[in-house]
């Protein structure tokens, strides 16, 4: 794809309070994937409305931070999720989370700097296509709404209360306020939670268009989903992030703490300077040589901002021309090239006929950001980088001025391959430079299968949980007849056809099921890929698999747990979809119906055949009698 957008764009947020009191702060987030020959507009709020609601119009900019006992921070539970998607392909990183009873998935972009999660409704007015079905809180026995009240806007109604964001690019997303149960994943150790969340009715530009459902939001703010599971006592304060690196993609999320690396680097982040994770940047150097900069040129409007759901780096005007000096003069012997779009004047170098990553640090420098305390955070090449998407072996600076801003916003590029920690109950952020695709397994970190039944709803709903809900059981789990599953395989189409049984065979075992429950369709070619289409159906005699083995099959595929043979390349899971058992009508009834229609169907043709038979016989044949032929007479005249 062609990445090719050069400033950071100002997004003007409409702050509203919500039925907690909110803290001051914005949101920022990525949308749907770059087209070609355009890059994506980063979307960064730099300048706050003025709340509403009179609630909290007294409200500084200081963040509360709830401390724990060191004792009770390291008993709770954390919850570790796989991110999914590439940041500079898709635009963003996702993970998945689970909604409501019986629990409904979603793809939900991973943001540092946005305070509401949000997904859009089942009754929305203005939603997009996105990659799973909308939330159906009418399905949810759990689910209830977050009733009007002072404290929070409500809708026209004055029954519900409501929530609205708007962003610099013209995109927006408004609905309701929600409160349902929440799950992580079969990698974490966190059981379902209830949490507050935004139900969408409208959407507007790139989130209408976005492949992914919605938003997560990690930032600093009462309705931030790491706070309120920290108001909770559930998690400690704290939670990390590591992307994957170039051509990798994917990497780890980790809600709540766990042991740290010992050697990694850490720097303050002032909660009270900004709503958004800062870092006490002074300086950068590049091939060990420090930039000849004022330190303060790091220190403007909200400092050095670390952002997830910004793609490239940002830097002051002077800082920037001081850096991209400074590389270029490091590979003053490359070839200086034209940017994948000829709008903008990416700095780009032709390196090789080959597009061998391994080479990448031996030709470009290494780069350190230097902090207050004096240590440093060093990059590779692939944090400041991206590929030419037109030129074979030719990559593009991806660090871009910030025009009049002077804002120093470090968004996803310069974090691939880096653990993130973001501790907040110390106001601090930690770095740690690791192969985030092997991130567990470096790290030792558990992850626990949650338990099958969700944990009960103690705040009852306001409508009646026990209801006789349509396709629900008795347990209140819904009844799925069929899984259908599009699944992307990294082989092309010609070379799957003759191995499609094998393939059958190996999910089939991998699922635990039998052969005759999966059945395979619709191959379709996608360049060097294949797009196959995988129905999995009950076994017999039974009619439908509850919502926890449904969930399950289809969590497999999203965590990446089912493994094939080597010969089937990777899988991607692009679609799936639950439907409900046929309505199937009682056998033996169905016998006698037919019995009975039988039998009359018999007698009727039998009474036909007598009725026309009787006709038949009641007209004997009887000869002229010769004695009763009158002659022929004459015509007389009249």
Request: overall charge negative; aromatic content about 8%; glycine content about 8%.
């Amino acid at each position: 794809m062609a990445l090719s957008s050069i400033a950071a764009t100002v997004s003007i947020l409409i702050y509203l309070s919500l039925p907690y009191s909110i803290t001051a702060g914005g949101e920022n987030i990525l949308h749907q994937s770059p087209t070609a020959g355009s890059r994506r507009p980063m979307v960064f709020p730099l300048f706050l409305s003025e709340s509403n609601s009179s609630s909290s119009s007294s409200r500084s900019l200081s963040i509360p931070h709830r401390k724990l006992n060191k004792a009770d921070s390291k008993s709770l539970p954390h919850s570790r999720m796989r991110l999914y998607d590439d940041l500079l392909r898709n635009g963003y990183y996702t993970t998945r989370l689970w909604i409501g009873t019986p629990p409904q998935m979603f793809a939900l972009i991973v943001d540092s700097g946005s305070t509401v999660t949000y997904v859009p409704c089942s009754d929305c007015e203005q939603c997009g296509k996105h990659q799973d079905p909308k939330f159906q809180p009418e399905l949810s026995t759990t689910y209830q709404p977050v009733k009007c009240n002072m404290d929070c806007n409500c809708d026209d109604d004055k029954e519900q209360c409501v929530y609205e964001r708007e962003y610099a690019e013209h995109s927006s997303s408004k609905g309701v306020l929600g409160e349902d149960l929440i799950s992580f994943g079969n990698e974490s150790q966190l059981t379902p939670q209830r949490a507050v969340f935004g139900c969408e009715t409208v959407e507007t530009g790139d989130l209408y268009s976005q492949r992914a459902d919605g938003i997560i939001g990690l930032g600093q703010g009462d309705l931030s989903l790491v706070d309120q599971l920290v108001d909770k006592g559930l998690i400690s304060n704290s939670f990390g992030l590591c992307y994957g690196g170039m051509d990798i993609g994917g990497g780890s999320m980790i809600l709540g703490g766990f042991e740290y690396p010992s050697d990694m680097i850490f720097t303050d982040s002032d909660p009270d300077r900004s709503p958004y994770y800062n870092i006490d940047l002074t300086g950068i150097r590049v091939a060990g040589k420090q930039l000849l900069l004022n330190s303060r040129v790091f220190d403007g409007e909200h400092g050095a901002v670390l952002d997830s759901g910004t793609t490239y780096a940002y830097l002051p005007d002077a800082a920037f021309e001081a850096f991209e000096e400074a590389v270029m003069r490091e590979v003053s012997t490359l070839k200086q090239i034209d940017g994948p779009d000829p709008n903008f004047k990416d700095t780009c170098f032709h390196v090789a006929a080959s597009n061998d990553v391994s080479e990448f640090s031996k030709i470009f420098p290494s780069v350190e950001m230097v902090f207050k305390s004096g240590q440093s955070w060093l990059l590779s090449p692939e944090n400041y980088m991206f590929r030419h998407a037109k030129v074979h072996g030719a990559y593009c600076l991806g660090v871009f001025p910030n025009g009049k801003d002077h804002t120093t916003l470090l968004g996803g590029i310069v974090v691939r391959n880096t653990l993130v920690v973001y501790d907040r109950e110390n106001s601090k952020v930690g770095f740690w430079r690791t192969n985030c695709s092997e991130l567990s397994d470096r790290l030792h970190i558990d992850g626990a299968t949650p338990p099958a039944t969700l944990p009960s709803n103690d705040s009852n709903p306001s409508h009646n949980s026990s209801s006789n809900l349509s396709g629900f059981d008795s347990s209140g789990l819904t009844q799925i007849g069929q899984i259908n599953l599009d699944v992307e395989l990294t082989v092309n189409s010609s070379y799957l056809k003759p191995r499609i049984e094998e393939l059958s065979k190996s999910f089939s075992k991998e699922l635990d099921v039998k052969s005759s429950q999966v059945v395979l369709s619709n191959l379709t070619s996608i360049g060097n890929n294949t797009l196959i289409r995988m129905v999995v159906v009950p076994p017999e005699p039974s009619t439908w698999f509850s919502n926890v083995t449904a969930t399950s099959i289809v969590s497999r595929f999203t965590n990446h747990q089912i493994k094939l043979p080597v010969i089937f390349g990777n899988y991607q899971l692009v679609n799936y979809k639950l439907e409900p058992p046929r309505k199937r009508t009682n056998s033996s009834i169905v016998v006698i119906v037919v019995g009975i229609i039988a039998v009359i169907m018999g007698l009727s043709a039998y009474g036909a055949w007598l009725i026309w038979k009787r006709k038949q016989t009641s007209i004997p044949y009887k000869p002229v009698d010769e004695q009763v032929i009158v002659a022929e007479q004459e015509l007389q005249p009249i």
